[in-house]
């Protein structure tokens, strides 16, 4: 069959989160570095599309290609291992310390940034004709989104900065269930249709990805938008951040974990 059981692929995340601990720095760097790349295009790719046809849903609806993509590949999304790489550490696997969940939630965070800051080099290059011009009418969107979600946010102080955590919470339930749902699978078109679903929810819904917003940001700085550095790191990346551990550990890594691994049927070896 090519479905699994909920107590079977349930452990398999916990044999995810643990695999991804014990890899080299230089593969965990080359797996991020990739996977906030391919995000990146993904993003661009989606707004372009939502800016053209003026339809959100329509691009809310191609973006999870780049998700699909970059999980297929075998790169890593910090979204990802906050969900997985715990599991090993709460599961006691041998050789898994919090030291080393730690050190790889930087490497990733790292490795994710310095992929989509390329890409947002890149696409400014091209929005702009190497800043020569004044940016595309995509590269304009871009520049709002940035405004929107920093300077929108800080207007509001305490709440919205409750509201941007919440919706950090609610994107990385989506997206870490997206890659559990890859899991459900052992055929490359049904883990595609499982990842699908919940990517398309979070986009649609324009909840917070710490991961795209590596992209959006930045770019978004490039090519003009009003808000300094220091908006998008307070008003948005932290935040965002944080509501996206919370939100992929407890709404998505530990229920699962805690009621299909600790108290699933155990197998007899006879």
């Known amino acids: 069959m090519s479905y699994l059981m909920p107590s079977e692929f349930a452990v398999k995340m916990v044999d995810a989160g643990e695999s991804k601990l014990l890899m080299a720095t230089r593969d965990v760097l080359i797996r991020a570095f990739m996977a ?44 990802g291992v906050f969900t997985l790489t715990p599991l090993a550490l709460i599961d006691k696997r041998p050789g898994v310390t919090l030291g080393k969940v730690l050190k790889n939630w930087g490497l990733v965070f790292v490795g994710n940034f310095a992929g989509a800051l390329v890409v947002a080099v890149m696409m400014s290059i091209i929005f702009t004709f190497c800043f020569s011009t004044e940016p595309s009418a995509v590269g304009k969107v871009i520049a709002g989104i940035g405004e929107a979600r920093t300077i929108g946010y800080k207007q509001y102080g305490a709440a919205g900065m409750l509201t941007l955590f919440i919706r950090g919470m609610l994107c990385n339930w989506m997206v870490s269930t997206g890659v559990v749902g890859a899991m459900i699978s052992t055929s490359v078109s049904g883990k595609v249709i499982a990842m699908w679903m919940p990517i398309m929810v979070f986009f649609f819904m324009t909840f917070e990805h710490s991961v795209v917003n590596m992209f959006l940001f930045p770019s978004a700085l490039i090519m003009g938008g009003k808000f300094s550095v220091a908006d998008y790191i307070i008003w948005n990346e932290i935040p965002t951040v944080v509501g996206n551990l919370v939100g992929g550990l407890a709404f998505t890594g530990l229920t699962l974990y805690a009621t299909h691994v600790k108290t699933g049927p155990k197998r007899v070896i006879i």
């Open 36 to 79: 906030g790349a391919i995000l990146a295009l993904a993003a661009v790719f989606a707004v372009t599309i939502t800016a053209q046809t003026g339809v959100p849903i329509v691009g809310a609806a191609l973006f999870p290609v780049g998700f699909c993509m970059l999980y297929l590949l075998g790169f890593d999304l910090l979204t």
